[in-house]
C-alpha cells in the first residue's frame, strides 16, 4: 500500500516542474492512477515517459506493494 502523498513527493522529487493528479483506484493503495505532465516529457517517447515515471516506484513495483500503476503522461 502506497500514500498518495508520499508518491506526489517523490515523483515532484523526480520531476521538479510536474503537476501531478492521483487517485486509488480501489481503496487499497496498490492501484494507482495517475496524471503527470512536465517539461522533461519534451520530445521522449510514450513508452519513455511512462518508463520513467516506473523507475520512481520500482522498489515498491518489485515487491508487490504497488501493484499496478495507470498513467496519462505529456509534456507541458
Known amino acids: 500500500m ?6 506526489e513527493n517523490r515523483l515532484k522529487t523526480r520531476f521538479p516542474d510536474a503537476e501531478v493528479k492521483l487517485a486509488d483506484m480501489t481503496g487499497t493503495g496498490d492501484h494507482i492512477f ?18 520513467s515515471v516506473m523507475a520512481v516506484f520500482d ?12 498513467i496519462q503522461s505529456k509534456a507541458k
Open 34 to 51: 495517475l496524471e503527470i505532465q512536465t517539461s522533461e516529457f519534451e520530445g521522449m517517447p510514450r513508452i519513455r515517459q511512462h518508463q
Open 59 to 70: 522498489e515498491e513495483l518489485k515487491s508487490g506493494k504497488l501493484h499496478a500503476i495507470q
Open 2 to 7: 502506497m500514500n498518495l502523498e508520499d508518491m
